[in-house]
């Protein structure tokens, strides 16, 4: 008996929150799920030690842009906005040492700036200027086994960095 008017009262508040205007609409909207829209994305300029780093970034940024849902297409005729990047830098640090003073755990810090520049209009949407993400690596007497180690390091930097490059555009746009 005490579920009636406790069933009774979780009715009444939502015949009120949808008498209040509130109703619920799929995610997204504006610019970044029209069809229309073309953004126009070369590979990020690279000042860093790595040699595909700004396009890596850039292709990833497409792919992560894709699956968050942007429907437009990429390409620079006819574009309406411009993003563009700089790969600043890649620092390793040893973060720590054996016993032997070899270096047992390096971390990896990328550092990237970028832009969105609305093409009609010329102003700057969005700027984020030293953007980074730092990721740990451990390192050993093999060369390969350390490279492997450092590369999967780059690539979740790269990841984490366009992940949220890409939630901050899907919002801007």
């Not at 005490?2 to 509130?22: D, E, N, S």
């Not at 829209?37 to 842009?65: M, Q, V």
Request: hydrophobic letters at 40%.
């Amino acid at each position: 008996m005490r579920r009636l008017p406790a069933l009774f009262v979780i009715l009444l508040l939502a015949i009120a929150a949808a008498g209040c205007g509130y109703s619920l609409q799929p995610e997204g909207g504006g610019r970044f799920s029209d069809p229309s829209i073309r953004i126009d994305l070369p590979p990020f300029l690279n000042d860093s030690t790595e040699p595909d780093a700004g396009a890596h970034i850039a292709a990833k940024l497409r792919e992560e842009l894709r699956l968050r849902g942007f429907q437009g297409s990429f390409g620079r005729p006819g574009a309406d906005f411009l993003l563009e990047g700089k790969v600043r830098g890649i620092r390793e640090e040893v973060f720590s040492k054996a016993s032997d003073r070899f270096a047992l755990e390096n971390r990896l810090t990328l550092v990237v700036d970028i832009r969105i520049v609305e093409i009609r209009g010329g102003a700057p949407i969005w700027k984020g200027a030293g953007l980074s993400e730092t990721a740990s690596y451990y390192s050993g007497t093999d060369a390969q086994y350390t490279e492997a180690n450092r590369r999967a390091a780059f690539e979740e930097t790269v990841r984490r960095l366009v992940v949220r490059m890409a939630q901050t555009i899907r919002l801007i746009l």
